[in-house]
């Protein structure tokens, strides 16, 4: 069965840190990985997600993630936080070319940037 | 676009008690998903439809029904509520059930169940 590992649970930065957030996946097939964030009082939305090829992506408000398929991992990076990247990140997969979009998510990091 | 939007935004039940948590999109999105996010735990899928008069069970269904009677409305019920069900409920919809499809969420209930 897939699974998401965040192994981060809370995680306190001053402004200007650099941040990464650790996902390792356990699944036996090909996946899909997404990023998603949960900004206070707000809805999830899409950071960045992987499908194939270059493992590094670049996604919003500068953000990015590298896939490493040795390691199934697909950490997140920023290299300078800011206060308003505080927030709640939750990584996802599912399982590449499925019949449905199923998404499995990680138990999420809350970040905190302080001023 | 309104995107995705959940009513309520919050609520309380009492035990044994049943209520409907709405759910529509405005995106014309062919698939929706019912998400539940219990403290320190991610997200578990509850049921899915990948059209209208279409839904299947996901990981955690026991205690919730759906319906899909429009394109538009996914509505989440619970019959007898229990504690076990306080929760934070989420709802997606995304295009296709193409894996590499993004999902859309709304905005969530948070029900308390006492």
């Known amino acids: 069965a897939q699974s998401v590992s965040q192994h981060n649970h809370h995680v306190i930065l001053s402004e200007a840190a650099s941040l990464e957030l650790g996902c390792n996946y356990s699944?036996?097939?090909?996946?899909?990985l997404f990023w998603y964030v949960q900004y206070p009082g707000q809805h999830l939305q899409l950071l960045l997600k992987y499908f194939s090829g270059d493992p590094l992506v670049k996604g919003i408000k500068g953000f990015e993630a590298e896939f490493i398929k040795s390691k199934f991992s697909f950490n997140l990076r920023k290299p300078s936080v800011q206060w308003s990247d505080t927030a709640e990140y939750f990584c996802?997969?599912?399982?590449?070319?499925?019949?449905?979009?199923?998404?499995?998510f990680g138990t999420g990091t809350l970040l905190a940037v302080q001023p | 676009n309104a995107g995705v939007t959940q009513t309520p935004k919050f609520r309380i039940l009492k035990i044994g008690q049943s209520m409907t948590l709405q759910c529509t999109q405005d995106m014309n999105h062919n698939y929706m998903y019912w998400y539940r996010q219990d403290p320190g735990m991610g997200l578990k899928l509850i049921y899915y439809s990948v059209g209208a008069g279409i839904t299947d069970k996901g990981e955690v269904p026991n205690g919730y029904n759906v319906s899909r009677s429009t394109t538009e409305d996914f509505p989440l019920r619970l019959e007898l509520a229990a504690p076990s069900q306080t929760s934070v409920y989420f709802c997606a919809s995304s295009s296709s059930g193409t894996s590499t499809d993004t999902q859309y969420f709304g905005p969530g209930t948070r029900l308390t169940v006492l």
């Open positions: 699944y036996g097939g090909t996946v899909n």
């Open positions: 996802a997969v599912n399982a590449r070319g499925g019949a449905t979009n199923k998404l499995i």
